[in-house]
């Protein structure tokens, strides 16, 4: 069994550390206060700043980035622990394009493996999103998830879900992957100029999506810290109690390791 451990950074950014193994995933470091366009008329505020800093988070093995183009995924500061880290990062193929060496892109169900000496080996496995409604692809671009597998695990891989509404090829991706962990991407996010179209999933949907998954540990994250939110911790954990999950809810506090078995 591996013992992963889980730092929140804030918004969608996590630390995870197992086997000798240091992954980030979509870093955001920016200070609170700025607001930011997302395009076609959406924007939100960075109300809450990350519970550590950039200097603070030490040497990284690989970034997991589920896309690029987004601020609450990859902010300034996000960017230049990019640079500075020199470390592969995966993300989509548009994004690999837009970022450059050393990126890797990858395509829905593509798979590749990060080595390093001492450490197992991980499968990585793209994962397909879809960041908002039907149609709305040309707008909001390319997502990826990520399913990470290596040996030593015991209840199944490990599935960040990246940013994206709850949808049939998303339905498919626990049964597929036989995901033991998950990291979910909440927030219920809608703007103003688009009404009750959603961009991200709710509480209810990752509970639709979960309750019937081989999924032992259930991880929210990307659900506070920015003003195109919706959800909050106390109405997504009712959520998550009332349809019986909430023995396989683990809320990480940002700042704070949660040691889980993986």
């Known amino acids: 069994m591996t013992t992963l451990r889980v730092t929140h950074v804030g918004g969608p950014t996590v630390l995870l550390e197992f086997d000798g193994w240091r992954l980030l995933t979509d870093p955001t470091f920016d200070p609170p206060g700025r607001r930011y366009r997302f395009g076609w008329g959406t924007s939100s ?10 200097a603070d988070v030490g040497p990284l093995d690989a970034v997991l980035l589920t896309h690029d183009h987004h601020a609450d995924n990859l902010d300034d500061v996000g960017r230049r622990v990019l640079l500075e880290s020199g470390a592969p990062v995966l993300t989509t193929e548009a994004g690999a394009r ?25 499968t990585v496995t793209a994962t397909p999103c879809r960041h908002g409604p ?3 692809h040309p707008i909001v671009g390319d997502v990826v998830g990520f399913g990470l ?41 809608r703007f103003p100029i688009t009404g009750p179209l959603r961009y991200t999933m709710t509480a209810a949907d990752a509970a639709e999506l979960l309750t019937a998954s081989p999924a032992t540990t259930i991880v929210p994250v990307h659900y506070e810290g920015w003003s195109h939110f919706q959800g909050d911790q106390a109405g997504s954990r009712a959520t998550f109690d009332a349809a019986g999950l ?16 993986c």
């Open 98 to 122: 837009r970022l450059g060496a050393p990126a890797h892109g990858l395509a829905p169900w593509g798979v590749t493996t990060l080595q390093r000496d001492g450490s197992p080996t991980i």
């Open 149 to 189: 597998r290596w040996e030593g695990q015991e209840h199944g891989p490990l599935w960040i879900t990246g940013d994206t509404v709850l949808y049939d090829d998303v339905r498919r991706v626990p049964g597929r992957l036989g995901a033991g962990t998950v990291l979910v991407h909440l927030g219920g996010v």
């Open 246 to 261: 909430g023995t396989r809810v683990r809320w990480a506090t940002p700042g704070d390791a949660l040691e889980l078995d």
């Open 45 to 54: 505020r960075k109300v809450t700043g990350p519970a550590i800093d950039a």
């Open 134 to 136: 039907p149609g709305s």
